[in-house]
């Protein structure tokens, strides 16, 4: 490319920034991002793409959450099995929690800087050399009780402006380190114990807008996909966020864990589909921890063909 013909970096930002967010958007990928989160072994992210038939394009990690000794030691290992799932193909999303309940304080006086940086520098040193995108989601599910990342201080009280305020210096620091990083901020889906939209820290801390969604048998009926779709801060309202603030959306987890949610899986496929290049990732959780969404070892057979049928 000549001199002449090429356009600065400045340049290409102004023009970017002139066009609309919808231009911008019918010119990004009409396909989501497939993920999968099989746990911390290469092993079963290779058993999910054997059984699904091709690479799932991400693979989910995320770092130890129960305490800042935990967190910090966990770094290391982590990071060492990242560099296995990009051997096998696959993108990383990172997911940086708090380290343990009611250290938002912590975060926001900057006691856990140096374990932040620490984090995004090996994160970083590990991710091939260029220019592409790294994922990382801080804090995430911080509306729901129980959560160790939830929007509560030290006391327990809920608090979204001390949230917000953590989040934005974790953000903060993610940036200084590079700017490749692409910051997820994910409530869990429906209202849940607090009002995800006060914890908003704005949009030049956000590069992409996500939900976590389940379906459990132990709560839902089969059919109630519409109800997690309309509720007041339900997925429709989380899509419609992301696009009022020029951002991309995606479901960082989400599943289901009975066979009874085939036609809600299908519904749900449906509708991500139908948000075209607004959606940028969907990232199932194959696991049996907490909830068993299991699809790729037969767990649930019927919930397993509905989602090769939707996204082969």
């Not at 801390?205 to 519409?226: L, P, S």
């Not at 992301?242 to 519904?267: C, I, N, P």
């Amino acid at each position: 490319m000549t001199t002449s013909i090429a356009l600065s970096r400045r340049s290409m930002l102004a023009s970017l920034l002139a066009v609309p967010f919808a231009a911008r958007l019918s010119a990004s990928p009409t396909t989501a991002l497939l993920g999968s989160i099989t746990g911390n072994e290469p092993a079963t992210y290779s058993r999910f793409a054997n059984w699904f038939g091709r690479k799932p394009q991400l693979a989910q990690l995320a770092f130890n959450q129960m305490s800042k000794t935990k967190l910090s030691r966990s770094t290391s290992y982590i990071v060492e099995r990242g560099k296995e799932f990009m051997d096998l193909g696959a993108q990383i999303l990172w997911s940086v929690p708090c380290p343990g309940r009611g250290q938002l304080e912590a975060i926001v006086s900057g006691t856990h800087d140096a374990m932040y940086r620490s984090i995004m520098e090996q994160i970083l040193a590990a991710s091939p050399t260029g220019t592409a995108p790294i994922l990382v989601r801080p804090p995430w599910e911080f509306n729901l009780a129980g959560q160790e990342n939830a929007a509560q201080d030290k006391a327990g009280n809920w608090d979204a402006s001390l949230f917000v305020a953590a989040w934005r210096r974790i953000a903060t620091i993610i940036r200084q380190v590079s700017r490749r990083f692409q910051r997820i901020w994910c409530p869990n889906v429906t209202t849940m114990a607090l009002d995800p939209a006060r914890c908003w820290p704005g949009s030049d801390h956000v590069e992409i807008v996500a939900q976590d969604f389940y379906m459990q048998k132990a709560y839902n009926k089969a059919g109630d996909f519409d109800w997690f779709r309309t509720e007041a801060r339900g997925l429709q309202w989380g899509a419609e966020f992301a696009r009022a603030r020029g951002k991309r959306y995606g479901l960082s987890e989400w599943g289901m864990d009975s066979d009874v949610y085939t036609d809600d899986l299908a519904a749900a496929a449906t509708w991500l589909k139908s948000l075209g290049a607004l959606a940028h990732h969907h990232c199932w959780w194959d696991r049996p921890e907490v909830i068993d969404c299991r699809i790729s070892d037969g767990a649930h057979p019927k919930l397993g063909a509905v989602y090769k049928q939707q996204f082969l």
